[in-house]
């Protein structure tokens, strides 16, 4: 089974702290996803990465960063975290193209 | 551009019935793939349904499966013998290209006993 594993379930910072979130994939996946879920709105996505040190813009990239040093750990960085990123963020990983996206757990993360 | 469209924002079944989730989908790609997801509210987003647009058979998994109908651009899910344990969010997404998934905003079903 595929396994997706995010380093908090819950998260709780001060605006302008800088906020790191971890996936890590066990099943040699290629490519890694960042979401985040708003209520009415879906999953945006925020960045991608197809390879190692390889990253694309998603639909709402501003205000976040990515880095992939090892295939299998895909991080989100928030440089100066704000209110309204406030969220629920979800890391996927798959295969390949048209393959099924497997999603970890998610971590909510609330900025006061 | 891709766009997945839920109408139903809230959904209500009886248990041991089948209930069907809509799910209209927009794209000018002739290859995509449609992805039905459950989300519990414990958070996580479960896989369930995959259907190729080239597939002409109905795809079907237990007690699921998805109603594609290509010419209407729809795909929606059927769930059968609704269990409690099925009330959830639901979402359907869709890729083209470059595998990005792009979701609709989501149903909530809720099974009563």
């Known amino acids: 089974d595929v396994k997706v594993t995010q380093s908090s379930r819950y998260l709780v910072k001060r605006t302008g702290e800088k906020v790191f979130l971890e996936c890590v994939q066990d099943m040699d996946h290629e490519n890694m996803f960042w979401y985040r879920q708003d209520p009415g709105l879906g999953l945006r996505l925020i960045y991608f990465s197809y390879d190692v040190k390889m990253k694309e813009k998603g639909d709402i990239p501003e205000g976040y960063s990515v880095s992939r040093e090892k295939k299998e750990r895909f991080s989100l960085i928030l440089e100066s975290a704000s209110t309204n990123q406030t969220s629920m963020y979800l890391c996927?990983?798959?295969?390949?193209?048209?393959?099924?996206?497997?999603f970890g757990p998610g971590t909510r993360l609330l900025v006061l | 551009a891709q766009k997945i469209t839920q109408t139903q924002p809230g959904m209500f079944v009886q248990e041991k019935e089948a209930v069907t989730l809509d799910c209209t989908y927009d794209?000018?790609?002739?290859?995509?793939?449609l992805f039905w997801y459950k989300q519990p509210s414990s958070g996580e987003m479960i896989f369930l349904i995959y259907?190729?647009?080239?597939?002409?058979q109905n795809a079907t998994e237990g007690r699921y499966s998805l109603n594609f109908q290509k010419a209407r651009k729809s795909a929606n899910l059927v769930i059968s013998a609704s269990q409690l344990g099925d009330s959830a969010m639901y979402f359907c997404a869709m890729n083209t290209g470059f595998q990005k998934l792009v979701f609709g905003t989501g149903t909530r079903l809720l099974v009563s006993p």
């Open positions: 259907q190729g647009s080239y597939d002409e």
């Open positions: 996927a990983s798959t295969r390949g193209p048209q393959e099924t996206q497997y």
């Open positions: 794209t000018s790609d002739q290859s995509y793939g």
